[in-house]
């Protein structure tokens, strides 16, 4: 029983919840042996009592006995500190100083006794008083340094974040404007000119198409750096680093080296060069291996070039990439080495990608061995810096060209909830990530089994000690890129399903973030970096997170086939302004094959079902879905002719009215998927997939070329830009 009590309260202490509501509304408490679990992952000593009991201790002790908190935030106002003193203490002066971002300080001086007291208590045989400070000074935005103690005892030190009160949003949209635009999965996306993956002169060829006809931003997956040592590690969703980029979506014609470099010239007009470029775009999935081999050729023949041609003389581009890389401090240099040894371990030891393959000496980033290395192979390291400089130059210009074309977001991009457990994020931040957990998400009606994605949590405790400068840092690096970006499973901010090693997905618990210090951080970078944020809001939401996302203007995201209300589809007028709006997701099936039931058989073909009674209500409720999308167009002046009823086949003209009706929405952005403009069947994912299904590997049927060309879809875009006002 004592054991049972101190797990308890361990658990609560490292954010570990007692239970949850689940989709269907029915209360479930997690059990004794999954908080073991994760006490476990959490690094906890959960099978020696003794130990257990000292760190309970340790942890009460730092929460009710250390002076300042690590952190404190606020959004659009004066800010209060929780300090805790002791009995002895009690009416002594506080001495404060505040540290501003810029370098000037503010000083002052307060009794105890005038701070409000919030909580008195006993821990371990002394009695504390736990009260708060309001910083009796203006604090513009920004991150300061609090330094304060007792008079005659040790100073201690708290991070202020201070933020505008919400989120960023563009004037614009301020104004009353309802903006439009495509979503695409970029790997997907087929040219005449593109290596067999789309890339970053794709998404230049797709602005210049859509922005002429007034679409205000383009969707995009997450452009996260992947493995380029193992290039079919290919999902978007599972990063090495959030940091940085995939140099896959490098389009190498566009590199300024390209044209200068003769031995690149030489090796392009190779006809069996050619050849392989063309069986590359032709292929019907996106041949990654193939594309990594041909890309990082050249490309490494066009680093040589930019050594002999720039940085040995010091050019102005040579100065440009240093620029970069003195910027991207040791986060980069540290990524870039992790790329090079990647390479040279699958190169010579032929093991798995990834630092936990690697022989043991070089798994801290930091350690002797990596610097050795980074020291024996300076060419290859840099090689990695100057891909990431590439990416970065290309997709900084497409998002220069969107703004040139008049689109007010312009480019939309996707933050992924977590990294690859082997991956160069992970490496270098051990102490935050728990590689002895994956985060995942608790049966709904999309995996009824529950869903682990292979990610490993960060642990808040760390984030918290490290002062949340890693989080600052991953928003920054990527909303430098955007004019809008999405947060893949936004309930993140608040709380993560955890699944302990061993344990199913059904038998996870919820893990609790600092949910206000996280929103104060990511309004804060939004306005610095004039971003807008969209929160992806989907599955079970708690009410702490639906009430804080209004509050801090972070976007909902709302998907039409899941917007129901009294039975049957919301309306467009019904729709909430603060949010996007799309029809489909990557997650989901397409609208054809949502309409003709393919990814129901899908699923059942991959075994994906519980039980056939579960798949028998699924098809019931596609079936009653699509009389009620039906109607819901009937209402509002757009059903088609065909099809008439819900068991007519799918046509074009269906996909067209439920497009406009999504146009219609109240909603400040909407967004349509460019495999239902084209009318695919295929999904690019299937979710709780992982071998079984070729995941981020589908290509759209149409080149970039071919869809700008074509009347009928230059016509139906205008016809959505007239919707949308």
């Known amino acids: 029983m004592v054991h049972t009590t101190v797990i308890e309260r361990l658990a609560r202490l490292r954010g570990i919840g007692d239970a949850y509501h689940d989709y269907r509304g029915e209360l479930r408490h997690f059990s004794l042996e999954t908080k073991i679990g994760l006490l476990r992952a959490m690094g906890c000593k959960v ?102 103690k007792v008079a005659g005892g040790t100073a201690d030190r708290c991070l202020l974040i201070i933020s505008p009160p919400r989120c960023y949003e563009p004037a614009s949209i301020i104004a009353g404007r309802r903006l439009w635009g495509i979503a695409v999965q970029l790997y997907t996306l087929r040219s005449r000119e593109n290596w067999g993956i789309g890339d970053f002169n794709d998404l230049r060829a797709l602005i210049r198409w859509v922005a002429s006809h007034g679409a205000g931003f383009i969707g995009l997956n997450p452009l996260h750096a992947l493995a380029p040592a193992d290039p ?54 996106v041949d990654y291996g193939g594309v990594a081999d041909l890309k990082f050729e050249i490309l490494a023949l066009l680093y040589r070039d930019f050594c002999d041609r720039h940085l040995a003389l010091g050019t102005d581009r040579a100065r440009a990439f240093r620029a970069f890389t003195a910027a991207g401090g040791d986060l980069l240099q540290l990524h870039a080495r992790f790329d090079a040894l990647d390479r040279y371990f ?99 009606p999309l995996a009824l089994k529950g869903q682990g994605w292979g990610i490993p949590p960060q642990d808040p405790h760390q984030m918290l000690a490290q002062r949340l400068q890693g989080f600052v840092a991953l928003i920054r690096n990527n909303m430098r890129y955007y004019g809008a970006m999405r947060l893949d499973h936004v309930m993140s901010l608040f709380r993560l399903w955890w699944v302990a090693a061993g344990f199913s997905p059904t038998e996870g618990a919820y893990v609790h973030y600092p949910l206000q210090q996280l929103l104060t951080v990511l309004s804060l970078e939004s306005a610095r970096a004039a971003c807008l944020v969209v929160g992806e809001d989907l599955g079970v939401v708690p009410d702490e997170m639906r009430g804080a996302m209004p509050e801090c203007g972070l976007y909902h995201y709302k998907v039409l086939l899941f917007e129901k209300v009294a039975g049957r589809f919301r309306q467009p007028d019904e729709y909430v302004r603060d949010a996007l709006a799309t029809v489909t997701t990557h997650d989901m099936p397409t609208l054809r094959s949502y309409w003709e039931g393919r990814d129901i058989e899908l699923r059942r073909r991959l075994g994906l079902y519980p039980s056939a009674d579960i798949e028998g209500d699924v098809i019931r ?105």
Not at 47 to 76: C, H, Y
Not at 358 to 375: L, M
Request: glycine share 8%; proline share 6%; hydrophobic share 40%.
């Open 47 to 148: 099978d020696d009592p003794a130990a257990l009991a000292r760190e309970l201790s340790q942890l009460e002790v730092v929460r009710w006995r250390k002076f300042l908190p690590a952190v404190a935030a606020a959004r659009g106002g004066p800010i209060g500190i929780d300090f805790n003193v002791t009995a002895r203490e009690f009416g002594s002066t506080l001495v404060w100083s505040v540290r501003f971002e810029d370098g000037s300080r503010r000083d002052g001086a307060i009794s105890t006794a005038d701070c409000p007291e919030i909580w008195r208590g006993e821990v371990e045989g002394s009695w504390i008083t736990r009260r708060r400070f309001e910083l009796p000074i203006d604090l513009p935005s920004g991150y300061h340094e609090l330094e304060a």
């Open 232 to 285: 079919e590690r290919s999902s978007p969703y599972s990063a090495s680093s959030r940091h940085f980029l995939n140099v896959l979506y490098i389009a190498v014609p566009l590199v300024p080296e390209f044209q200068e470099c003769a031995a690149a010239r030489d090796r392009m007009a190779d006809p069996a060069v050619a050849e392989r470029l063309q069986e590359l775009r032709g292929r019907e999935l």
């Open 346 to 444: 699958r190169a010579t030891l032929g093991v798995a990608s990834g630092w936990q393959s690697w022989p043991e000496e070089f798994r801290d980033a930091n350690g002797k061995a990596a610097a050795r290395f980074a020291a024996a192979h300076p060419g290859e390291v840099e090689f990695y810096a100057y891909l990431q400089w590439l990416a970065h130059e290309q997709l900084c210009g497409a998002q220069e060209l969107a703004r040139e074309l008049g689109m007010p977001v312009g480019l939309y991009g996707d933050y992924a909830v977590g990294a690859n457990p082997s991956g160069s994020e992970t490496w270098v931040d051990q102490l935050s990530y728990r590689l002895g957990a994956e985060i995942g998400a608790p049966p709904d």
């Open 621 to 725: 409720e596609r079936e009653h879905d699509r009389e009620l999308l039906l109607e819901a167009l009937q209402a509002q002046g757009l059903k088609p002719a065909q099809p008439a009823t819900p068991f007519d086949a799918f046509t074009a003209e269906l996909a067209h009215a439920l497009h406009l009706y999504l146009a219609r929405s109240a909603t400040a952005l909407a967004a349509l998927q460019i495999e239902d403009l084209l009318g695919e069947t295929l999904p690019v994912n299937v979710p709780g997939t992982d071998r079984e299904y070729p995941n981020w590997q589908r290509k759209v049927s149409a080149d970039i070329e071919e869809m700008a060309a074509r009347a009928d879809l230059a016509a139906y875009l205008d016809e959505i830009r007239v919707a949308r006002g």
